[in-house]
């Protein structure tokens, strides 16, 4: 039995960003390292490939960096890197992560584990006969045939400025404009994950079809200021608001056609702001909740586990296990208690499948790293949050897509809330629709699995592109 968490924003994964630097006085033996090494980890039904560069600078010291191609990481240093005989041991300090292993006597791979937040993840790196390059036709190059401006806006309620960028189109002013809300956890200003900047590419075309866009970092992200942990879903609202706000100042923006479009849980902080604010425009949400975030994440877990083949009995009783977390979670607002009480319950699990050879138990240091997130402010609102609260008081013209393989916010489920919510709030400016084929990240996908994401080389479907700027267009008389 394998059981699998995929608690998330909206899907949480073990990030393996390396940092900081280091080198080693090379022996002549160290010369049979230099290249490339790569090798999978499997983190959560995740596969997400990890590489490691070695190099020599001119005082012939070693050097060492690491890739994260499915994250869009590269020449990341190390903080320590220590070699002696047949093994090598490279450590982060940053995140506490470290890999050690043994070279093979060929010198074409590294046998070894990757160690990080009490969990420790076999990894083989092979030797590469070239660095590997991750190909994302759809991202935009210079020069653009548009005006892109780098600017900081404030927060006054928070206290902080935020880091952004506006493109728009060179003539035809001043024009509508559609402000990027990205998804669950910390991103920047491009929505990168995965390997894919899915805001720069939608920017991009949505520029050049003559709607200016903003884009921002979250709180705490690359050049913005404020702190990203302690915020909750409510507070990334605020932030949204502060750029609408910025934004009604600004020459070249018409002013009564500034409109949202959110990502993910960018999905539910768009409605919550146009149901507070009347100068909303319009509403875009892209694979946006209609439920529950509890109800959200029980559907994500099964639909991911039996798309990577997850036996259903397993299936069962992990979903067991969640809802008893969250109602313990939902219980109990003292966080030590709901610990104490959740650790109760792993411990309980971890009896009833003793037997069970193929059962993996987890360690203390394990178990605390999975209960840590699950007590974090964001997840404590995000559980319960209810987008219907917010949803029936949209009065703007609202378009929610979704794709049918979109495993994270399953669409059937989704879209049906939505478009109750907009009957129920007496809301007939609406539109609804489900992409065929398409996954969370709206790309053309198999199964819509997350393990697909980096793998696909599309970015965002042109059929997701094409609606939104025509809806947009139609809304704004353009």
Not at 300 to 319: C, F, G, P, T, V
Not at 439 to 449: E, I, K, M, P
Request: charged residues 25%; proline residues 5%; contains cysteine.
């Amino acid at each position: 039995m394998k059981t699998i968490y995929h608690f998330s924003r909206l899907y949480l994964t073990v990030l393996l960003f390396l940092a900081v630097s280091a080198g080693m006085k090379a022996q002549v033996k160290t010369k049979q390292f230099e290249g490339s090494w790569a090798g999978v980890l499997k983190v959560q039904g995740m596969e997400l490939r990890l590489v490691m560069n070695i190099s020599f600078n001119k005082a012939d010291s070693m050097v060492v960096t690491f890739d994260s191609p499915d994250q869009g990481a590269v020449d990341l240093p190390t903080s320590k890197v220590f070699l002696k005989d047949d093994s090598i041991l490279v450590s982060s300090k940053k995140i506490g992560g470290k890999f050690s292993g043994r070279i093979n006597e060929g010198y074409s791979s590294i046998a070894g584990t990757w160690k990080q937040s009490g969990m420790a993840f076999p990894l083989t790196m092979n030797r590469q006969e070239k660095k590997i390059a991750m190909n994302r036709p759809q991202e935009p190059k210079h020069p653009f045939p548009y005006h892109s401006e780098e600017v900081m806006f404030p927060n006054s309620a928070g206290g902080f400025d935020l880091a952004g960028t506006l493109t728009t189109p060179e003539k035809g002013g001043p024009f509508p404009v559609a402000i990027l809300i990205t998804g669950s956890g910390p991103q920047n200003r491009d929505e990168e994950l995965m390997g894919h900047k899915p805001f720069l590419v939608l920017a991009d075309y949505l520029t050049r079809q003559g709607i200016a866009v903003f884009r921002y970092d979250d709180r705490g992200v690359a050049r913005s200021g404020g702190d990203f942990k302690s915020a909750t879903t409510l507070d990334f609202a605020s932030d949204a608001e502060a750029a609408l706000d910025f934004l009604k100042k600004r020459p070249e923006i018409d002013n009564t056609k500034i409109g949202f479009i959110g990502h993910s849980e960018g999905g539910i902080i768009a409605p919550i702001v146009a149901s507070q604010q009347k100068d909303v425009a319009f509403v875009v949400l892209m694979a946006g909740p209609g439920i529950t975030g509890e109800q959200i994440l029980l559907l994500q877990s099964a639909l991911i586990s039996r798309a990577e083949k997850i036996d259903e009995n397993a299936i069962r009783n992990n979903d067991k296990l969640g809802r008893d977390i969250y109602t313990i979670l939902k219980k109990n607002s003292n966080n030590t208690k709901a610990e104490q009480k959740i650790r109760v319950l792993f411990a309980d699990f971890d009896k009833k499948n003793a037997r069970d050879t193929s059962y993996h138990k987890l360690s203390d240091a394990e178990v605390t790293a999975r209960i840590s997130p699950l007590v974090s402010p964001w997840f404590r609102c995000f559980l319960t949050l209810d987008p219907q609260d917010y949803l029936t008081r949209v009065k703007c013209p609202l378009l929610a897509i979704n794709g049918s393989l979109d495993l994270q916010v399953p669409a059937h489920e989704n879209l049906q809330s939505i478009e109750k919510a907009m009957i129920f709030g007496g809301n007939v400016h609406y539109t609804i629709e489900e992409l065929p084929g398409l996954n969370h990240l709206f790309q053309h996908a198999t199964t819509g699995s997350p393990n697909e994401y980096s793998k696909i080389e599309e970015t965002i479907a042109s059929e997701a592109l094409e609606m939104m700027a025509g809806w947009i267009k139609k809304v704004c008389g353009r």
